[in-house]
């Protein structure tokens, strides 16, 4: 079946570390590919998407490429700020449906 | 991208009463998503509404315990019946972006704690 896996956390970094958060996809298909964020206290909000193979996400300095070869879609920024504390979620699109990873919790010390 | 406003924002509820949350979209879609988030876990999808015709459940959930309304094409109600404590959880409903765009929105949850 279709599912989602991430790395599990916390992850804990100091500002302006480099991040990156794994994810991988089993799909049957061409599923599309989705980061989300859910800051503390709010709803989910989408991050970045790539809808195809080799396709590249990008915002607020993030980025994930769509690995087909490696069913992945790893999440990356290269410079964390404190502001980007938050749960970030994998997930991938499906026949209307969608896909989410546990999340991962992400805690940036100043 | 749609805006959803979904209500209340959070509520604590006896326990063996119902709570009806509202999600209202500032645009017409097609299919509306109801998910549940427990406490440190992922989303799990309840159920879809399409407007006109009875709501599609997922495994594991029944339309007796999450009676789901899709009057129209901006607005959904989910119901959590005859509330447990293991009903505490973040409930939040979703549609798609827009028409031709890959993505979805959701609302910003609602807040449930049964006691």
């Known amino acids: 079946g279709n599912s989602v896996t991430q790395m599990e956390g916390p992850v804990t970094l100091s500002e302006e570390a480099f991040l990156t958060i794994n994810c991988t996809y089993t799909?049957?298909?061409?599923?599309?590919l989705f980061w989300y964020v859910q800051y503390p206290g709010e709803g989910l909000q989408l991050l970045l998407k790539?809808?195809?193979?080799?396709d590249k996400g990008s915002n607020k300095g993030f980025e994930a490429t769509y690995r087909k070869e490696t069913t992945s879609f790893h999440l990356e920024k290269g410079s964390v700020q404190v502001s980007d504390s938050a749960v970030y979620f994998c997930?991938?699109?499906?026949?209307?449906?969608?896909?989410f990873g546990k999340g991962t919790r992400l805690h940036i010390l100043p | 991208s749609a805006v959803i406003s979904q209500k209340p924002s959070r509520d604590i509820c006896q326990r063996g009463t119902s709570l009806t949350i509202q999600c209202q979209v500032d645009?017409?879609?097609?299919?509306m998503f109801w998910y549940r988030q427990q406490p440190g876990q992922s989303l799990t999808l309840i159920a879809t509404a399409n407007q006109g015709s009875e709501a599609t459940y997922e495994s594991g959930f029944v339309i007796d315990k999450f009676p789901i309304s899709r009057p129209n094409l901006t607005f959904s109600t989910l119901t959590v019946s005859n509330m447990s404590p293991e009903d505490s959880s973040i409930y939040l409903c979703s549609v798609e972006s827009v028409a031709g765009v890959v993505g979805y929105t959701f609302g910003s949850g609602t807040r449930l704690t049964v006691v």
């Open positions: 790539a809808t195809k193979a080799d």
């Open positions: 799909a049957t298909g061409y599923p599309s």
């Open positions: 997930a991938l699109s499906f026949d209307d449906k969608i896909i």
């Open positions: 645009s017409q879609v097609t299919m």
